[in-house]
Structure formats: C-alpha cells, structure tokens
C-alpha cells in the first residue's frame, strides 16, 4: 500500500478565517441583540440594507463583489483539499521493498517449523498488519544534496548544482578533464542509483547537462 502525503496543517489561513468569521458572527450577534433590546441597529447595518434594496444583481458593483467571494472560496477550497507540504518527498516503507520476499521467507518457515512456531509468528504479523503504516519522508534540499555528493564523486566533475523536483531532478555538472561523454555516462550511472538509494514513492527522472569548464 502507498504511502499517503504529508497534509499541511494550515494553522495560519485557518486561524485567519476563524477569526474573521467570529468577528463578522459576533458583530451581527451583538447589532440583533441591542435591536431586540429596543435599540437602534448600527449605522452599518442600515446602510447595508440600503444598498441591498437599491442595488440589484445586475450592477458592476454586486457582480465584481460576487466574483470576489467565488474567487475566495476556491482558494479556500483548494488549501482544503491539497495535501501542501510540497518541499517534502515521500520515502517507500520498509514494507514497500521487503513485503514480497518475508511472504516468501515466512511461508518456507512455516513449513519447517513446527505448529506453535507458526502461530507465533502468524499472531506477530497480524500486529504488525493492524498498525498504521509507517511514513517517511526527505526535504527536497536534502535530497539534492544527496545526490549532488554522489556527482562530485564522479571523476572529471569539478562542480555540480542539482535541483529536485517531485517528477524531474536537474543535475548540472561542469568537467575540467575527461570527455564529456564519458562524465554524461559515468553521473547518469551514479545518479541513478542514487534516486533509487533515496527509496522515493515516486522516483524523479534525472536530466543532466554537463559542460566544459570555461577557463
């Protein structure tokens, strides 16, 4: 099973919309209750009324209003439902790589152990089964470290700048001795087995440009 994403917790748009909608409730809770109190409404409140009475849905006025609110309302919908948190890449779980062969392992030694054994470990695995499943993840920035040390370790490299997205990592490297074709070779090599020791969910494709040292 997949992995699922970090969520955002979003704590300063929620807070912010919090505290707008109990400041607008508690000014309308406040101006009903001073007009059930024989008071007059507030000045706002008339002039609101007002506006509404005269104004119709077709003036400008009400149609950029309306665009406005649909407009926030989207942005609110899509800091709802997007997980956020997009400097972060999800690592597999150990389960993810090994799940196949301890199957495998587990069912040869089940049939040379003995009864007892095998409920033993049937009983460990339905614990390990009703646990959540474990997540992992790696910054972006570490990543890009990561596999900008292993270019440096490619002979003939003198500097590399690596940049990681979520479906694409660019390496770019600079070569002060060898043939170019030979460093573009021998960096694919390393940073592919270094996008696959990174263990991500969804492993980027490596793009790699290298260049002669301009001296």
């Known amino acids: 099973m997949t992995a699922r994403?970090?969520?955002?917790?979003?704590?300063?748009?929620?807070?912010?919309?919090?505290?707008?909608?109990?400041?607008?409730?508690?000014?309308?809770?406040?101006?009903?209750?001073?007009?059930?109190?024989?008071?007059p409404a507030m000045a706002w409140r008339r002039?609101?009324?007002?506006?509404?009475?005269?104004?119709?849905?077709?003036?400008?006025?009400?149609?950029?209003?309306?665009?406005a609110l649909a407009l926030a309302g989207v942005v609110l919908l899509l800091l709802a439902f997007t997980p956020g948190i997009r400097r972060i890449l999800m690592m597999r779980s150990p389960g993810q790589d090994t799940g196949q062969d301890t199957g495998q392992d587990t069912g040869q030694?089940?049939?040379q152990d003995t009864g007892q054994d095998s409920g033993h470990e049937a009983g460990q695995d339905a614990v390990e089964a009703s646990r959540p499943p474990?997540?992992?993840?790696?910054?972006?920035?570490?990543?890009?470290?990561?596999?900008?040390?292993r270019?440096?370790?490619?002979?003939?490299?003198?500097?590399?700048?690596?940049?990681?997205?979520?479906?694409?990592?660019?390496?770019?490297?600079?070569?002060?001795?060898?043939?170019?074709?030979?460093?573009?070779?021998?960096?694919?090599?390393?940073?592919?087995?270094?996008?696959?020791?990174?263990?991500l969910v969804h492993p980027p494709r490596p793009r790699l440009r290298v260049r002669r040292r301009a001296d």
């Open 134 to 149: 474990l997540r992992a993840g790696i910054g972006r920035k570490d990543a890009a470290q990561v596999l900008r040390d």
């Open 109 to 111: 030694d089940a049939g």
């Open 47 to 67: 002039e609101l009324a007002h506006r509404l009475e005269v104004h119709t849905p077709a003036d400008p006025g009400v149609q950029l209003a309306g665009v």
């Open 5 to 39: 994403r970090f969520r955002s917790a979003r704590r300063i748009p929620a807070a912010l919309v919090a505290l707008l909608v109990l400041a607008v409730a508690g000014l309308f809770l406040y101006d009903l209750a001073a007009v059930r109190a024989d008071r």
């Open 151 to 199: 270019a440096m370790e490619v002979p003939g490299v003198r500097s590399a700048r690596v940049r990681m997205g979520r479906s694409r990592v660019r390496v770019r490297a600079t070569s002060h001795f060898r043939e170019l074709d030979e460093v573009r070779a021998d960096l694919d090599a390393v940073i592919a087995v270094g996008i696959e020791e990174l263990g």
